[in-house]
């Protein structure tokens, strides 16, 4: 059913457009209503479109056609655009969460100075992210990832008049171009083994029998291949191992920032990506069990080195990551309705969670420093309030929304039957086991960053900084409220309905049906037994915190702190990756480059071709000045003899080593005395004398013809002369007549 | 030459008696003196001997029916164009120690004009319209008066443009060999009296006893 | 007489003007030759005229005397004024152009 769903990103890209030319002149409401509004409209489009257009479309959903892009040869792309139940819920996540975070930059951007700017570039992400989930074929998917990656780093760097800012961005610019390299050839090979690349073509072709299970590599079919390098531009999008090391430096930029990009959006690019081709995936179980095992592995990795971190901003980062990992596994596992869930609840906890940083970070002075925080529930009140719901939420306490998501996602990695096929089943147990550890991590890491924040009576900063904690503005606030609300309450969208034999009352799962297929299928044993225990894991992870941090650094973190000073620093060094990545990738490419530019470009270009070209002309030129004597005199000379030289040949009359063409048979002889197949351009005379005795024949023509009376050998002497200039050639032939 | 052609050429017209030996003589008189013009040493003696050349040509282009061109060759070029010759051999009277430069190339050159010399013989000698007897011609044929009816009707554009021609030659002749000496003595001059005037504007540091208004005086 | 005797006296002259150009290192000689070369093609040119009866040979040999007269005046010209700076009229020393 056609749908003007051009709109739904068009408004962002508009008010982009807008903010980006005038929005210096016009005066700070003006920029914010007009962003608030573009948002907003594309948020009430995409409602209408979701709830009221949606379920009157056919099985396809909405779609529309802009314009079409490329059609040359076999690739045929189309600006195309499609909202079925998935895409429809990431445009209500994103239109909805970006809305709020624009409302609490109003507040807390009041003091900038680039107002203007850092609208028109939220406004630009969104639509972008809004492109790429909209997208109804790769190429435009691809689109808005390179256009959220982009904003990313206008974003990252938005302060960049400090260099480390820049760099944040240019990190995290340069770190997704490597995964995005990755989904490029991923989508070379769709194209190659199934001619399209659009998303139902891709769907359709994805068939166990289908072309996409050739195979290609190491024995693997063309999906795993497929499935492994979409994979790896994910794991660039949304900071998994190895490329997530841009994600924490990125939180260089402003707070609404984080919110949005880093923890709400465009870090779940990925997953969305991954359910969209889940029709690939499902086909290579062996990919899958990567996908799974390393979004476990980052989720495991990360939730411990949020132990030792000691920025807010920081704790929160790592926090995503570990989440994400969480997300990937989800989707790894089979469980697409799960990964989906959680991304939804996690970009209400996050995005809440970030905004709190922003607010404690207002507060503090702009500082983000846990150490010198503590006892800012009383001062903070509605601060403290978002923050204690949304940190239920993560730590997966139930009735919150993390509680459902987190626990569909664990469950669904003990039970999932996908890997069973492959011999892989104990991947996810593996997984399982990590996954449950990552959450006995988070909850401890959360609730550490919870205690040393807002616990205690005494805040540990200077008093400069405590006499001016004070509660952020309302329209601050009321955005934190609003997400706290739907941590706490969007949960009931995905209720395991199936556990109370209403598997209708999971609502995500039936509305994703159409598009991910049936959701799985946990055995309800297995179900209950791990809401429990992961409600304990978490009880155990906040009970660990409280004995270490609750109301500040109690003893036992200290005693800890002291035994293991090595590993905790090294932690807090999240293990030095970035280190090894600089010693082992990127000073090599240093050197390399500067290896290039002293050889390729000083002697190769500079001195070779450049001068070297210098170098040659002047040779040449030395050479042929030793013509030229100056001389007047001599020119004449030569002149002259040029002149006779032309007259002389001119006016012979053939060419020098022309040959008398002579075809013989029988008794007779034809001789073709002309010079090449064109007949003469003037007026000659010929004379053929056969050697038997007869007279001379003589005329005009080039051509003649001669009977021999007896055999023999005779030799015939051919004249040609040009009777203007008086000039003669003479040719000899001899021929054997039989 | 070509045994064809010898034997067309044999055929041709043959002139009277008289005819012949008036165009070899002057031929002989021209061709001759005009190999003495380039092989003398003094250039007066080579000057003349081309105003020798160019009355024996006044007197082939007289036996040619030419009567105009034949008086305008006396009086234009042995007349004017030699006097001219003369004047600058006059300014410029110098002796060369070797007068023939015989290089290679230019004997070469030389060569290769003989060589084409033949060729042109050749082939001019066998050509019916140079072999054949001239055609009568009128009694107007060469006069002054035909060919100012030519020039003034026919021909008037090329002759307005060769008296702008000349007008150009004249005035490019000044130019070209106009002595510069008054000239550079102009400039200096001027320059100088610019220097001065300069000095005396400025605060040029004086030594004692100078008065400005005694420098500015002078001139 | 046939044109074909004048036609050869005409390129008789035009040799030994071609010559005199080749073979002098006096600019003055060098001139004279040049003239040589013109009046052997004037030659040529009322050759023509008589044998073609037809007068515009004339006319055109006049507007040649016109010309080489022109041309004479601005090589003496010249000459005069290569004499005065380099007080030399030998064209194997006028070798300013040459490397």
Redesign the interface.
Known sequence: MNFNLGLIPLLPFLGATVLMLFGRKWARDTVFVIAALAIGAACMVSMYAFFAALPDAGPGGLQDIVTTWIATGDLHIDLAFRMDALSGVMCLVITFIGFLIHVFSAGYMADEPDYARFFAYLNLFCGAMLVLVLGDNLPVLFIGWEGVGLCSYLLIGFWYSTTANADAGKKAFITNRIGDLGFLIGMFLLFYYTGSLSVPDITTAASPGGPLMHTLWLGQPVAFWVAVFLFIGATGKSAQIPLYVWLPDAMAGPTPVSALIHAATMVTAGVYMIARMHAVYVLVPSAMAIVAVIGAATALFAAVIGFAQNDFKKVLAYSTVSQLGFMFAGVGTANFDGGVFHLVTHAFFKAGLFLCAGSVMHAMSGSGDIRIMGGLRKRLPWTHGVFFVCWLAICGIPVFSGFFSKDSIIAGAFATDIFKEADLAWVGKLVGVMLMLAALGTAFYMSRLYFLVFSGDETRADEKTKHHIHESPAIMVVPLVVLAAGATLIGFIGLPGDLVHHPEYNLLAHELEPVLGHELEVPHNIEAIFMVVSTLVAGLGIALAMVFYRGGYKEPARAFAAKFPGFVRLVQDKFRIDEVYDLVLIRPIRAFSRGLFAFVDRIIIDKILVEGTGVIVDVFSRLA??V??????RY??VF?VGVALLVHFASQPTLPFTKLKVTQTGRAVEIDARRGTRAPTRALEYAFDFGDGRPVVKGASPEQRHDYDRPGSYTIHVTISDPRWGTEDGFKEKVEVR | MNPANAATAAA??S?PLG??VL?YVL?AW??GF??F??T?RN?VT??MS?VA??FG?AG??A????H??AV??VL??AG??MV??IF??M??N?E?V?????RPM??L??AA??Y??AV??NV??V?A???????V?ADT??TVE??GG??FRE?LY??EA?SL??L???V???V??R?HQKEVAATRAADYRKKVEQLAASDYPRTQGDEPAAAGGHH | ?????????S????????????????A??????I??QI?GG??AL??F?????D??G??F???I??????????G??????L??SRQ?????EA?????
């Open positions: 000045r030793t030229q004597g100056g001389d007047g005199q004449m000379a002259a | 041709g017209y002139a005819q012949q165009f031929a021209v061709a005009a190999l013009t380039i003398r250039p080579a000057v081309l050349t160019f040509l082939i282009y036996s040619l029916d030419a105009f061109l305008l060759q234009v070029y004017a164009i001219l010759f600058v051999v300014i410029l110098r060369e070797a007068p023939l430069a015989l230019r004997l050159g030389v004009a003989i084409l010399l042109f013989a001019v000698g050509g319209p140079t072999l054949d007897a001239p055609p011609v044929y060469g035909s060919i030519l020039l021909f090329p002759f060769i021609l000349l150009v030659a004249i490019g002749g000044i070209v060999s002595s | 007489m046939p044109a074909a005797h004048y036609l050869i006296l390129f008789i002259l035009f040799l030994i003007g071609t010559a005199g150009v080749l073979l002098r290192r006096n003055l000689i060098v001139l004279m030759g003239e040589l009046n004037n030659l009322l050759a005229a008589r044998q073609l009866n007068q515009k004339h006319v040999a006049f507007l005397i016109a010309l080489a007269a022109a041309e004479a005046a601005v003496l010209a010249i000459l005069v004024g004499f005065r030399t009229i030998n064209l194997d070798t300013l152009m040459k490397r």
